[in-house]
């Protein structure tokens, strides 16, 4: 089979290639793998709709023929820059991909929340479990642990 020789971290086998659609074979794409659907929007969808603002006088008559090229290109440029980040994830070493996973693992725990004195108005907050909290406009005398005298 003729064309460009294929690399290793290309994300579509060769033999597969024949089976992909002719807008992504002439762009050449390697790594964004666009579907039928995708395809046939790209180029002729683009194409009805860029005749249909010419038609509508909003845009010159070039616009047909500049208006899918435009698109092609970012097609291809995309396909560009994916090829880039998965070569720059292809260096890291495995040590750096473990240790990354490790910090985004969601940690499930409790967390210490550390009271305000005015966040609940008119309560005494104790440590100590076994005391109840009490109001603190409430008489001296109904207090726990206080005297009267």
Known sequence: MSGPVRT???TIPADEDQYRPLYARVLGLRFVNPGGVLCFLFFEGVI???ALLALAELVSWWAVVILPATVAVM???N???AAVV???AA???EQERDRFRRQMEPVVGRARVEW???SVPGVVVSVDPSAPAVRSDAPTSSRPG???S
Request: hydrophobic share 60%.
């Open 8 to 10: 290793a971290w290309a």
């Open 48 to 50: 009805a709709l860029a």
């Open 75 to 77: 097609v291809k440029l």
């Open 79 to 81: 396909d560009m820059v």
């Open 86 to 88: 998965i070569r720059s």
């Open 91 to 93: 260096l890291v070493p």
């Open 116 to 118: 305000i004195t005015h």
């Open 146 to 148: 206080r005297e009267s």
